[in-house]
C-alpha cells in the first residue's frame, strides 16, 4: 500500500500483451489487467497463466506491480472453475493485488493462501461513507471508487479512511452512463451481462426522444488532465487509474506518460503542454471532466456530439467508380488502425493502413461488403509509431528470454454448506416506491426515501420491510443515518439493504432483521456465507441468473433466500441526465422497446416499460427453497405507453 507522504500510483490498463509492455516501456507503477476467464472486461484480449506469469516477473523487474481484476459475478456453478483458475493464478502469477466485486473472493483467496492485496472493485458500489470500516474489516485493502463521484465526496471519504485501507480514484477514460455495478441494461436485452464482462453497450446506440434521434445515453470519456493536481492534497489516495483494457498500446503508452508529468511536475506549465498533447495523441473519445467539479459540473452526455472513440481523421469521400477514399487529416502510419463509422451502423467496420499516407493525400479504402455512405466518420483508434515498436520489441525480446514455467492443474474444490433451515413460512412482499393510498398493509415492503418517515402510519412502522435504494452518495448518508435512528425508535425491525457496506448505517444489528437486497447481486454460497458473518438474516439473490442457477442456490446457501418474482426492474441506475431529456418522458430504442427515467435525490432509475414477470414459476422456487418473494411496484408515468409483454429476464437464457 502507499502511505499519504508517497506520491500515488498511476495504474494503467492491459488487455493484451502489447498493452502490458506499453505500460511497462512508459514506466507505469503498476498494471491491471484480467485471465480469459472471469474478468469484467471479457471483449479484451486477456491473458493465460503463462503468459501472465511472464509479464509479472517483467514488471517486478522494473519495479512494477501487476494487480489481476478477477471481477465477475459467481453463477452457483462457477465455484470449482474459478477456484482452480485463481488457485493457479496465486501459485503461478502471484500477482501483487487481487481486484474482485464478488465477495466469494474473499473466502477463495483466504482459502488458497493468496498473500498479495485485496481491492474492492467499483463494480461493487463501495463509495459509501459508513461503511469504509466494515470493508476494512473485512480484510480489504483497497477501494476502486466509483467514476461518479466529485472532489468533494472524495475528500468526505479520505477522511474517513480507517488505516489499513486505501483508495483508488479513476482518472481517464471511458465513463458509463449508469453507476458501477449498477447496470443490467445488456443483460435484460439478453443474457450478455456487464457484471459478466459482456455488456453490448446499449446506451451507446441512438434513441429516439422528442428533441429528435441521438445518443442520449453515451457519455464523453473522463479526463481530468490538470485537474489531478487537487487529488494530490487529499490523503489516501493511493493509485490513479486509467481505464481502457479494450484500447491499444498506443493509448497506454500516452496516457501514462501524460498523468506521470502531471502527477510529478503540477505546476509546471511546460509539463502541463506536454502532457495535454499526449493525451490529444491517445485516440480515445472526447473527453469531459464530468462531475469532478461540483461548482463548475460538466454533464458527460452531449448527444449532439460525437462519442466514438478514436480521433477524428476524414470524412469518406466517394469515387465515380463506387470506391471510397479519405483526405486524413494527419499523417497515417503504416499499421495505423482506423474505425469506420458507428458500431450500431450499417457500414461500421475496422480497416489497417498499408502505408504512409501523408496529410491531406486521398487514400482509397479496400473494398469492403458492408453499406457504407458518403459522409461517413474515419477514426484514428491505434498506432504503432516506429518508436513505440521498437521500445515493445526490445521489451518482448526479455520476455522471451525467460524460462515458461510449467502449470500444473489445480485439484481446489470448493467448500459445502449447511442449507438454511426452511422453517420459514414463505411469504409475498409487496414493495412500493410510494405509499398507496389505503394499500399499504402489514408485512408490505417500502422503497424508504428520508421525506416519506413523515406520513407513515405509525401503528404500520413495526410491521413494515424497509427497503434501502441501491446508491447512497456520500453527502446524502446523514439524512439515511438519521431515517433508519428514527424509524428503528419506532420500532421498525425489517430492513433490506442494497449494497452490504449500507449496514454500516445500522450502530446496532441485535434488534434488526436485515436482509441483502437483489442489488448486492448476490449469486453463490460463499458469497452468502460472508453476509452471514456480517449479520445478514437473508438474502435476495441476483436477479439476473438463469433457471438452473436460481434453483440450486437455496439447497446449498446457508441463509435464507429471496428472489424478486415481479414488478418493476431497472435497466440501469445513473447520475447522470442528459439535458434535452426529461424524467417521465418515452424514449424509444432502434427496435421501439420504450424506457424511461425516474429521478429520486441525486439518482435516476432508467426503467423499461415492460415488467419482470416470474409469477408462473413460483411453485419451482419454492419448491427449491425460496423464503420471500418481492413484488416491485413502480407507478408508470401517464406518457409511458404500457408494453404488451412481460419479461422472464435471463430465467430462459444462458447467462454469458
Known sequence: MTNQTQKPEILAPAGNKDMFLAALAAGANSIYCGLKHFSARMEAENFSIADLAALREAAAAQGSRTYCAFNTL???????????LLDRLVRDVQPEALIFQDLSLLGLARELGFQGELHLSTLANPGTLSGLQTIASLGIN???????LNIEELRLLAGECPQGLDLEVFIHGALC?????RCYWSSWLGGKSSLRGRCVQPCRRLYSAAPGTKRYFSCLDLSLDVLVKTLLEIPRVAAWKIEGRKKGPHYVFYTTKAYQLLRDHPTDSQAKKQARDFLRQSLGRKTSHSIFLPQRPHNPIQPDQDTGSGLFISKLGKTENNRFYIRPREDLLPDDLLRIGYQDLPGHHLTRIKKFIPKGNRYQLPKHNKTLVPGTAAFLIDRREPELRNLLLRLQKKLVEQPPIQPMASGFQPKSYTPASKFRKRRIIR???????????????????????????????????????????????AAWKKSIKELTARGASAFVLNAPWQIGLFP????????????????????????????????????????????????ISPLPLGIVLAGSWPLCISRFLASELQTAQPVTSPKKEVSWMLKQGQTYYHYPNWDLDLSAHRKELEQAGYAL???????????????????TFNWDLRLL
Open 74 to 84: 459467481i453463477k452457483p456453478g462457477d465455484l470449482q472453475s474459478a477456484g482452480r
Open 142 to 148: 483497497r477501494l476502486v471508487l466509483p467514476r461518479e
Open 177 to 181: 452512463y449508469a453507476v458501477s455495478g
Open 431 to 477: 414493495v412500493f416506491s410510494n405509499i398507496p393510498i389505503g394499500k399499504l398493509s402489514a408485512g408490505d415492503g417500502l422503497w424508504l426515501t428520508p421525506s416519506l418517515i413523515r406520513n407513515l402510519n405509525k401503528t404500520l412502522v413495526s410491521k413494515l420491510w424497509f427497503w434501502l435504494p441501491p446508491v447512497i452518495w456520500p453527502k446524502e448518508e
Open 508 to 555: 446496532s444489528l441485535e434488534t434488526s432483521e436485515i436482509w441483502a437486497g437483489p442489488f448486492c447481486n448476490i449469486s453463490n454460497p460463499y458469497a452468502l456465507s460472508l453476509l452471514q458473518d456480517m449479520g445478514f438474516a437473508g438474502a435476495f439473490v441476483s436477479p439476473e441468473l438463469n433457471r438452473d442457477d436460481f434453483l440450486s442456490l437455496p439447497s
Open 629 to 647: 418473494f418481492a413484488n416491485l411496484y413502480q407507478k408508470r408515468p401517464p406518457k409511458i405507453p404500457k408494453a404488451q409483454r412481460t419479461s
